[in-house]
């Protein structure tokens, strides 16, 4: 099985700064894409940021500029540098990757979710 783990959540002030973090463990042989989503109350689930293992990135529109995502494939970790927060970016933020389990087979994972709360 593999798990992914975030961490780094909390409440912030506008304009300030968290950074998100993400280990995947388990069943590890390789790890393609991995990327961000965020939940916010009373909307569906969107699209942060993604980043493939050859380091092609992508940003939805509304965080470029303010957010930067990066990877260490040694550890099998993502991250999200989130500065400039806005009270829109409340959500609760998923860590998802796309692997490649022992038993040879591609499947997207999930993180349990960090609250993040943008408030003064």
């Known amino acids: 099985q593999v798990q992914l783990v975030e961490s780094g959540g909390g409440l912030v002030q506008p304009g300030g700064s968290l950074r998100l973090s993400c280990a995947a463990s388990g069943s590890i042989t390789g790890i393609n894409a991995m990327g961000w989503y965020r939940q916010a109350p009373g909307k569906g689930r969107e699209s942060v940021a993604t980043i493939t293992r050859g380091v092609s990135i992508k940003y939805a529109d509304s965080v470029k500029g303010r957010f930067t995502i990066s990877r260490d494939n040694a550890k099998n970790m993502v991250y999200l540098q989130m500065n400039s927060l806005k009270p829109e970016d409340t959500a609760v933020y998923y860590c998802?990757?796309?692997?490649?389990?022992?038993?040879?087979?591609?499947?997207?994972?999930w993180g349990q979710g960090t609250q993040v709360t943008v408030s003064s």
């Open positions: 998802t990757a796309n692997v490649l389990t022992y038993d040879h087979y591609w499947s997207d994972y």
